[in-house]
């Protein structure tokens, strides 16, 4: 493997941000013997430098994203497909198993919503899918920065 290229127009940012943030916001993390760590039940599997530098990296390191995405419970977000209004639901599974289904409304705001459940039930002409956490900050910060 050859030497790394980057782009110098754009500055680095601080080496030592995201962990520090990450340690601030009570975060934790062990490695386990399967090749992962485990940061507090998201686990990240070890690769070569050159594996993660091709992957997309989660790049919000704002405060107003990271609650939206660091709430109690294991949390899926899910988008609604082409033709219906562009939003992101939030669900969040408490460790009892219930769940509670929310949609940002505007800067970090949430409300309970049903549409998830109804779209599930087949009772709505609208659709859902399941996303990842990199596109779901993405679209939050958005959101976000458009609401008033």
């Known amino acids: 493997m050859g030497p790394l290229e980057f782009d110098r127009s754009d500055p680095l940012p601080d080496l030592y941000d995201p ?3 990450f340690y ?9 013997g399967a090749g ?10 070890l690769k070569s430098l050159a594996a993660h530098l ?3 990296p989660f790049l919000s390191l704002r405060t ?21 209004l562009p939003g992101i639901i939030r669900r969040r599974l408490a460790d009892t198993g219930e769940s509670l289904d929310e949609v940002i409304r ?13 779209a599930e039930r087949g009772a709505s ?3 859902y899918v399941q996303i ?6 993405g679209m939050i910060e958005r959101i976000i920065e458009v609401s008033p």
């Open 106 to 118: 505007s800067k970090n705001s949430w409300q309970q919503t049903g549409g998830l459940e109804l």
């Open 125 to 127: 002409n609208v659709t």
């Open 36 to 45: 992962f760590i485990d940061l507090t039940g998201i686990s990240i599997k």
């Open 19 to 21: 962990l520090i943030l």
């Open 64 to 84: 107003t994203t990271l609650d939206a995405m660091d709430v109690e419970g294991r949390v899926s977000c899910y988008k609604a497909t082409e033709g219906s």
């Open 132 to 137: 990842g956490d990199i596109e779901a900050a």
């Open 24 to 32: 601030e916001r009570g975060g934790e993390f062990l490695q386990g």
């Open 54 to 56: 091709a992957s997309m």
